[in-house]
């Protein structure tokens, strides 16, 4: 007996000619954002990986893309880090897709994103004389310092509130806590000179933080005033952090004394972080900048992304360049 052949293997989904994307910061966290409801592709960590790259992309510290409306929101947004993971929420970038949705005129000074930690209340705080948002503010909800919330190994319910954690021959003073994606804070003396480009990639990939973590570290500059660093997951130092810095603020609350309302200096600007404190959300408030607009071609830039082949030399242990 003859078998029938097998069906063709279907091909796979063609990619648009030209995407269109928008390049946007915030206190120089950089994105590339792809309006997801006008053109759709069938892999975006991919194209995150390929669109992020410095070199051979675009370059950015994340892809945003935005989706169709939510229930309860106005549109949903997608951010995928430059290793190609997704991350549950973003600050910085929730204020960036924010700008680009009242900018177009598609939400009006007050809307709501849907993200994968959930629902984030948004507000346009300031605008320029084109009616352009320039400052917003996202509420990003209550954070959650249960270990099985993070998540950190330990016992489920036990928070890790300033505790020591032994890490390759140091011992650090952490505190952890999910605030839509987790974070584990880390006050340092001297936060110019620390070992970021060391400490922070081991605390990421730390087996206790089994889905890895963001890392902020952190000086005491005043009474309500902050510096701080951050290591992000799937993206290393960044020059800005805003749930990071949300965290750190609400860490300085809780072990330091600090009052409801905190500027965090980042190496690329200045946010101001609200927390009145346990079971209250936390809201984030900075600058968003859209720096220009432009099409590229997916099937180049994805053709063109395989790992070059070479070596990697290891990133010097400094804050990276503006």
Known sequence: MTLPPPPPTPPPPSLPAALPFVKLHGCANDYVLVDGCAATLPDWGAFARAACDRRRGIGADGLLVVLPAAPAADARMAMFNPDGSEAEMCGNGLRCLGKFL??????????????????????????????????????????????????????P???????????????????????????????????????VHSVGPALERDPRFPARVNVEFVEVVANGRLRQRTWERGAGETLA????????????????????????????????????????????AGP?????????????????AAPPIGFAAPAPDAPPAG
């Open 102 to 155: 009242h900018d177009r005129r598609r939400v009006g000074r007050e809307f709501r994103i849907a993200t994968r930690a959930g629902v984030v209340a948004m507000q346009v705080e300031q605008i320029d004389a084109a009616g352009r948002a320039t400052r917003l503010a996202a509420t990003l909800g209550v954070p959650d310092f249960r270990r099985a919330a993070v998540p950190m190994a330990g016992p």
């Open 157 to 195: 319910e036990l928070p890790a509130r300033d505790e020591p954690f032994a890490l390759a021959g140091r011992t650090l003073r952490l505190t952890a806590l999910r605030l839509g994606n987790p974070h584990a804070v880390v006050f340092v003396d001297d936060v110019a000179r620390y070992p």
């Open 241 to 284: 952090c805003g749930s990071g810095a949300t965290a750190a603020a609400i860490v300085a609350r809780l072990v330091h004394g600090f009052p409801a309302d905190v500027a965090v200096a980042l190496l690329g600007g200045e946010v101001t972080v609200r927390w009145e404190g346990e079971g209250q959300p936390a809201t984030l």
């Open 288 to 304: 968003a900048v859209e720096i220009g607009s432009g099409t590229l071609d997916p099937a180049a830039l994805l053709a063109d």
